[in-house]
Each structure stands twice: as C-alpha cells, then as structure tokens.
C-alpha cells in the first residue's frame, strides 16, 4: 500500500456543484493530516488542516477516519476559482517512533466549469 | 513578512554545468526542506534539514547537495546537470516536523 494514496481525478463539475475527494494512508500512527491546494505551475499552499473530530472552513470540510485510515475533504457550492489539484498530506514516522516529515499524494484534479 | 523566497525563478542548464539554487526564509523555521515535482507527479523530498548544521537525504538525493549554514538559509546545489533533473524545484520550511509547510514559489530547471 503506498504511504498516501488519491484518485488522480480529474474531477470535472459544474459550478456550484459538491464534489467529495478521498485518500487513504499506510502508517496507522500518523498524526497529523492536511489539505494543500496546487494551482497550474504554482507551489502548494495549506488549505486546511484535518482534525479527529472533523473541521470546517467555510464551504470545505474535512474529515478523518483513523480506523479506516481514510481523508476526506468535501467541498461545497463549488466555484470557478476551486479549480485545483487538492494534495493530502499526512506525516511520516521516525524510527524512534517521533513524528516524522510530510508526506504529499500526488494530488487529486478539480476542475469547475460554468 | 516574505516566507520563503527561492531564486531563482527559471533557469536553462547545459548538461554538465552545475548551479546552486537558492531558499531563504524569514520565520525563524527550524526544519526546511527541498522538493522536486516533476510533470503530472508528485512531490518528492530531496533533502531536509532540522536545524542550522544539520542535513539529511531524503526519497531521490542522488546528483544533489545542501547545506544549512545559517536557520534562514538552505541552498540546493547540482552538480553535473543531466536531463533527469529537468523538474521544479520546490523549497518549504516549518517550525516542527509535522507541522505545515509553507512552500517557496518555485524554481523551474530546465537541462538541455
């Protein structure tokens, strides 16, 4: 199983549509999960961290299955400007079991059209 | 408050030639890592470091060296250019290990 693992997509929507991406990761002792978006021939940018009890941001929300080792992020009334690569991110471990660095999917792509 | 700023931008490479590019960041961020994204791919993690004086390989170090001589500075240095390394460059900080990156703009390398 790879450490992080997304549908590559493309997801194509009309606006205003909800459009739910998932992502399942390998190493059950991870702690710490994010969202980053990637616009075309940008660099990642934090979208939002991902909380055991789920989080909201507005018309995105998060959510985290430890069990199941699964992400979810679900974005709602989608708009144009949504149009992204949404990478998940969860972190790695240390051989002495700390918290180790990020590990990026490789992305999943949204593209909103009118 | 500029985060991280690598140069630079774009650069085209001869094969054989070597560059260094550059990352600084002002957030005091003690971990600092550099990333290669190639077309279509993901990122994947070249080197990191954890502290001033301290680097470590990441998942694809070969053909590349650093060094963190200073908190806010960590340069990327190839050596030999190939075609291989045709990618973008891609530096971040944090504070902690898993605590979000926040990501430079991006060097674009082209090897020809």
């Known amino acids: 199983r790879k450490e992080v693992e997304q549908d590559p997509g493309p997801f194509n929507v009309p606006e205003g549509a909800t459009v739910a991406f998932n992502c399942t990761y390998s190493n059950s002792a991870s702690q710490s999960f994010f969202w980053y978006r990637q616009d075309c021939r940008k660099e990642p940018k934090l979208l939002m961290s991902?909380?055991?009890s789920g989080n909201e941001d507005g018309r995105f929300t998060a959510q985290l299955n430890r069990a199941s080792q699964y992400i979810s992020l679900l974005i709602r009334d989608s708009k144009l400007s949504d149009s992204a690569t949404y990478l998940c991110?969860?972190?790695?471990?240390?051989?002495?079991?700390?918290?180790?660095?990020?590990?990026f999917g490789k992305g999943t792509k949204l593209s909103v059209k009118p | 408050n500029a985060g991280v700023t690598q140069t630079p931008k774009f650069r085209i490479l001869k094969i054989g030639q070597s560059m260094t590019l550059q990352c600084t960041q002002d957030?005091?961020?003690?971990?600092m890592y550099w990333y290669r994204q190639d077309p279509g791919m993901g990122l994947k993690l070249i080197y990191y470091s954890v502290g001033a004086g301290i680097t470590d390989k990441g998942e694809v170090p070969n053909g590349y060296n650093v060094s963190r001589s200073t908190t806010e500075d960590f340069p990327l240095r190839l050596e030999l250019a190939a075609p291989s390394q045709t990618s973008v460059y891609f530096c971040?900080?944090?504070?902690?290990?898993?605590?979000?990156?926040?990501f430079g703009s991006g060097t674009r390398l082209t090897v020809v």
């Open positions: 971040a900080s944090s504070p902690t290990a898993s605590y979000g990156y926040t």
């Open positions: 991110v969860v972190n790695t471990l240390n051989y002495g079991g700390s918290q180790g660095n990020l590990i």
């Open positions: 991902v909380y055991s």
């Open positions: 957030m005091n961020h003690n971990y």
